[in-house]
């Protein structure tokens, strides 16, 4: 357990230092945001400091940080170090500055983004992979909920019929205007969210001893001998850095009133993020005392995996009200990746987005692909699991094109030094995360391990060695 509070000390240090090394280095200002230049009443809104930060964690805190945390436990107390260092040296910084350059851009998406600093072509690239990253995503935060309410509810209401709810409700939540649904409801769900993972801890720290959590080690715990590179760094996802969070910051930076907000609600969401996966990670591997054990459940689904913690650690009350903690977290995520999807399209297709049929339009045929990929993750046995390593290799690989899409920007702006390898650094490191998980993995190439990480090593070297070189002209 010392491992664990360890653990939550370094992310708070972290916020504390490396986030303001990382707003130094970004140097916001006084400019005047696109909640008050722009203003329209649907999308750009001004929120309050507090609002904005509860509306970010809730849209970036979907199944990832429970989910995938409890999926990467299986690799044993070693995940807690890449949901620490993960995140406090790439996610936050990632959804720091995914944020503040679109703040910069009028609120424009990260498919925006990369063209303006990587070219057009990576930008029509981009748009077409955000596009089905977020549809992904939205099917991922359909079921998994749904999964969960079928289980609290009569028979009746099954996993279909809660599907058919909650893609009802995201129909709602993607056309109003942003201050009008999820303005309203996301601080109450946010609130829950944090209440709910800290009544799990606390059920297990408490336990008088029925529950123990292990210390970290670098040993590989999981059952099936899978190496933790490149898988686990895939798996956790949201919980120590993620693409989608890309996706998800434009939104709020649309919202913010000052850039001097950004590192409390940016920086400070995904570090909120990464302490709700630890929680789920030490829930999960003292729960059920091995990695194997923890295998075993998440073979009946990571569904059945939380319930039976929350249940089993707060009782059947209790696990009610954590479950309910669970449900609100994907949910408020896959309404909000619909969103977002919603934007990317406006503006490809340049339709704006203040009359509702021009929202109806675009947000109706993302809906039904919602719709079918959520009836075949349901009626498949694997479905879930299918979809989720899809969304998760997907996920890491935007996480890699927004770093050094960032990296570009602070190029551009002189940060030669210290300033552009605050970016560059991960890019490197995700660049061989992605690229070696597509070689190795089944829903891949299927490649050998010595051939995908060779590759993988590669590829991180090649783009080291590019940007060096960049990096030396532009100083020159």
């Not at 890491?396 to 210290?418: D, E, P």
């Amino acid at each position: 357990m010392i491992s664990l509070l360890i653990s939550f000390a370094v992310l708070i240090v972290g916020y504390l230092v490396y986030g303001r090394v990382t707003e130094k280095i970004f140097a916001p200002d006084n400019r005047t945001t696109p909640a008050i230049a722009i203003n329209d009443g649907v999308d750009c809104v001004p929120m309050k400091t507090w609002k904005a930060f509860l509306v970010q964690l809730l849209n970036i805190a979907g199944t990832g940080p429970i989910f995938g945390a409890l999926m990467g436990a299986v690799f044993g107390p070693v995940v807690f170090l890449w949901i620490v260092f993960g995140a406090i040296l790439g996610g936050a910084v990632h959804d720091y500055m995914s944020g503040m350059i679109s703040c910069r851009h009028g609120g424009a998406s990260i498919a925006e983004l990369s063209g303006t600093y990587l070219g057009k072509a990576v930008k029509w690239i981009m748009r077409v992979f955000s596009v089905v990253l977020l549809v992904l995503c939205g099917t991922v935060f359909v079921t998994s909920p749904a999964g969960l309410l079928d289980k609290l509810t009569p028979e009746w209401m099954n996993g279909t019929f809660w599907a058919i709810v909650i893609l009802a409700y995201y129909l709602l939540a993607t056309l109003l205007p942003i201050d009008k649904l999820i303005g309203k409801l996301y601080p109450i769900f946010g609130v829950l969210l944090i209440v709910m993972a800290a009544a799990v801890i606390g059920g297990i720290i408490f336990s008088g001893g029925k529950y123990t959590i292990p210390e970290i080690s670098l040993a590989n715990l999981h059952p099936n001998g899978t190496p933790v590179w490149p898988y686990m760094f895939i798996t956790v996802a949201c919980g120590a850095i993620s693409g989608f969070h890309a996706t998800q910051s434009p939104m709020i930076a649309k919202c913010i009133k000052s850039e001097k907000e950004g590192r409390r609600i940016f920086y400070g969401a995904m570090i909120s993020e990464s302490v709700i996966a630890l929680v789920w990670a030490a829930a999960g591997v003292s729960f059920y005392g091995t990695t194997q054990l923890l295998n075993d459940a998440l073979a009946n689904g990571a569904s059945n995996v939380v319930y039976e913690i929350s249940t089993g650690v707060l009782g059947a009350f209790g696990g009610v009200l954590a479950i309910a903690g669970v449900v609100v977290c994907p949910i408020t995520s896959g309404d909000t990746a619909f969103r977002s999807a919603r934007l990317i399209l406006a503006e490809t297709f340049k339709l704006e987005q203040k009359k509702i049929k021009n929202r109806l339009l675009i947000t109706i045929p993302l809906l039904v692909a919602g719709g079918l990929l959520t009836w075949y993750a349901i009626v498949n046995d694997n479905g879930f699991q299918i979809v989720w390593r899809y969304f998760s290799w997907s996920n890491q690989t935007l996480a890699m094109i927004s770093l050094w899409v960032a990296t570009a920007y602070l190029l551009k702006k002189g940060k030669y030094r210290f300033g552009s390898l605050l970016t560059a650094l991960p890019a490197v490191f995700m660049t061989g995360v992605s690229l070696t998980y597509i070689l190795i993995a089944q829903e891949g190439f299927r490649f050998g391990q010595t051939i995908s990480y060779i590759a993988g090593a590669a590829a991180a070297f090649i783009t080291l060695v590019i940007y060096l070189i960049v990096l030396l002209k532009r100083k020159a």
